[in-house]
């Protein structure tokens, strides 16, 4: 069964950083594109980095760009590391997968995981 898991989050204060953790099981996450995703309470799914499946080009959402890094390691682990973590940061944040080349949009990506909370207080 194909299926991705996340790890990683926590309770940090502003200015503090975590590395979340994309593991998949089941299959290899190579030439496959990998996004992370964020969904805080009453508010849309939203992107926040993805890594393409075909060239490892990446894409930041404006809110995360210099302080947010996506990267791959191996065939099926993927991470985000997160700096300068804000108050606004706070949400469940989800991995997703996405074969090939995608756009870094929550609908074009699946085998999503149970996600991980991420807060952040000031």
């Known amino acids: 069964q194909v299926q991705l898991a996340e790890s990683g989050g926590g309770l940090v204060q502003a200015g503090e950083s975590l590395r979340l953790s994309c593991t998949a099981s089941?299959?290899?996450?190579?030439?496959?594109?990998i996004g992370w995703f964020r969904q805080a309470p009453g508010k849309d799914r939203e992107a926040v980095a993805c890594?393409?499946?075909?060239?490892?080009?990446t894409f930041y959402a404006d809110s995360v760009k210099g302080r947010f890094t996506i990267s791959r390691s191996g065939k099926n682990t993927a991470y985000l590391q997160m700096d300068s973590l804000k108050p606004e940061d706070t949400a469940v944040y989800y991995c997703?997968?996405?074969?090939?080349?995608?756009?870094?949009?929550?609908?074009?990506?699946?085998?999503w995981g149970q996600g991980t909370q991420v807060t952040v207080y000031s």
């Open positions: 997703g997968d996405a074969l090939g080349q995608a756009s870094c949009i929550p609908s074009h990506f699946g085998d």
């Open positions: 089941g299959f290899s996450l190579e030439h496959w594109s």
């Open positions: 890594i393409s499946g075909s060239d490892d080009t």
